[in-house]
């Protein structure tokens, strides 16, 4: 390489942003636990849970990958098979990959992730968008998704080869009713994934439960997990096709070229696993929704507006904030973000006043009264 | 889940592997620098690196993701373009993913390593393999790729969409002559991809020099780096198809789903980079190699013998312990293994004595010289 390449500029780089209190959707959930810290540390060498490999990571005795991803992974999102992967879209991309040929459809509800979108433009098949109710609502009914399906047949002359649903979605945090949709996919003969990137590991979460025959989880944003890292869950019925082992390296999975998750992703993952089984017990997540419609409240109390469900069922919030907005008129659309970090409050991103995201996941009511306090400051302090 | 599931096997577990001395092939080169410890604790939060960014992983100016992706690195493996991904197979599958269709062939040496054959598995593609040289050389030769790329025109009427020269293979660290084979490759009009999952970040490497169009590196085999983490070269001729945007998310790119390496994998690779183009110096590298041909020296006068390259040029080697294997008719197969963990010494995978491979990168002479007086103590303990 060049000699004047300047390579002062990487090395150990620390990170600036100050996070006392973080409210990003994103990060809420993938925030280590002390034990993951630990982990980190302990198998943060490259290939390090490969020292007793035979060959296929999912059976490695030690450490207890095998009983994890075997045993209690399927027991925790509720499918009789899992896998670990390197996030929520590689497992979504699997899926589709395996499931279908190019040129076939997928059915996925108008709040889909993009990864989603992107996943299935990888495999070479056709998007069907199932529109989401108007505003403020912004809901996918198992109505909106027979109509999908039943134009997918018109225009190509057959059921789509797959459908997905986004539980909960990652713009509103809305909770649809899976139910209804899974069981008009499988009316049609369309086998579903259910994408859990934001009820994996955060809430109570069982796949056959809500009728899904694929389940995506991602680690590093719900499982107190070091990313990229993610659960892919397939029932018997699709086991064969999705988890195909190579012809020439019969102990390889195709999908996942041999192996996913090598190192310290999965080892964190395994290490928070217990605390968040904690996390989504019933009583403890009644808590984290409860926080949510608080703060939600407090929002709306200072001229926001949360839109989505309401009363909302999760830790994932959008609200206009038609009131910071009207100061970034007057002032510049940073100082949000600006004041916010003066507080330690990380979360809302950088310019955005009219219409943000956040999470309250574990933030726990002090912290956030402190964040609502903070906003009532802000506005205080720009209507002057 | 079931109340009765055992959550006391999980939490953090600590790794037992002796390993003062690792001589593992996968592990020597992704021992991570002290910088790239702390970057763990730094970076290891899900989606960290995410603070500032704007909608593309490559682009993130803090941390200096982009000038890591679009300048350092690039320059590094001597290509134009480069990516980082989720490691050097999910490299290969993109790259032969992005530029070939269902039912091609891909032209690959006979000792490439079982996941370019699954990712070219996975991509539905058809794998003509490249005969080696018979024992004890295993060379893989220009002539031979000539042979394998017209056997490929017989048979389907046209050249092969793809070929893949793995530099150095995994079983014998052998260096092919990687300029004459991408030359015969050119001369078919056939497309290159150079597997340098043992080369970039352990040796001196320029994909443009040696004729690559693509380049696979491992981040947590070869760079120092907290897998799973790889890198990905492209020219510009066929950056646009590998780097394809999709239409719908003008800013993802469509193979990388977006994004990859989202967390402590890349900030692993960044902390340790200035070590890992240091140890890639002519010189240093040179060291190694002295190294590796010491102690082949070394273990021949044992009585094993060195396969593959002689003399050798990479730290991985492929050694026939008859000496060893003779022992274990008498004792069994897994004391060479029980022998080396009472000293410390990892990376022989257990059980195996009369083939094994292992590396002697970063080891350093004096505890190689200790390696080989175990060895000896060993021979000398059983064959009383």
């Not at 990313?227 to 102990?251: C, D, F, I, M, W």
Request: glycine share 10%.
């Amino acid at each position: 390489m060049s000699q004047d390449l300047s390579l002062q500029k990487f090395g150990l780089i620390k990170r600036d942003t100050p996070r006392a209190i973080n409210l990003d959707p994103l990060q809420t959930g993938g925030l280590l636990t002390p034990e993951a810290r630990e982990a980190l540390l302990e198998w943060g060498d490259g290939y390090s849970v490969c020292d007793y490999c035979g060959g296929m990571l999912d059976q490695i005795k030690t450490p207890p990958i095998f009983d994890f991803v075997h045993k209690a992974l399927p027991a925790f999102i509720g499918m009789d098979h899992s896998r670990v992967t390197n996030g929520a879209r590689e497992s979504k991309f699997a899926i589709m990959h395996a499931m279908t040929s190019p040129g076939d459809w997928i059915v996925m509800d108008g709040n889909a992730h993009y990864s989603s979108i992107v996943a299935a433009q990888r495999a070479r098949i056709n998007v069907k968008l199932v529109p989401k109710t108007p505003a403020p609502d912004y809901k996918i009914t198992p109505e909106a998704y027979t109509a999908a399906i039943e134009e997918v047949k018109q225009q190509s002359g057959k059921p789509p080869a797959l459908a997905l649903l986004t539980y909960p979605d990652g713009s509103y945090g809305n909770l649809a009713d899976a139910k209804g949709i899974t069981k008009v996919a499988h009316d049609f003969g369309v086998p579903i994934i259910i994408n859990g990137a934001y009820a994996v590991g955060r809430m109570p979460f069982n796949g056959k439960d809500l009728g899904a025959d694929f389940v995506a989880g991602s680690g590093h944003k719900s499982m107190a997990a070091s990313g990229p890292v993610g659960v892919l869950g397939v029932n018997e019925q699709y086991a064969s096709k999705v988890l195909q082992k190579s012809p020439t390296h019969k102990n390889k999975e195709i999908e996942f070229l041999g192996c996913t998750a090598r190192g310290a992703t999965i080892m964190t993952m395994i290490a928070s696993f217990p605390s968040v089984v904690e996390r989504t017990k019933p009583e403890n997540w009644e808590k984290e929704v409860s926080d949510a419609r608080w703060f939600s409240g407090q929002m709306e109390a200072l001229g926001m507006k949360q839109l989505g469900d309401k009363p909302h069922n999760h830790d994932l919030m959008f609200f206009e904030g038609s009131v910071f907005y009207d100061i970034s008129q007057k002032t510049d659309r940073y100082f949000l973000y600006r004041e916010l970090k003066e507080k330690s409050i990380h979360g809302i991103k950088p310019g955005l006043t009219k219409n943000f995201k956040l999470s309250t996941l574990g933030v726990g009511r002090e912290k956030l009264g402190f964040v609502v306090d903070t906003m009532k400051d802000i506005i205080k302090k720009y209507s002057g």
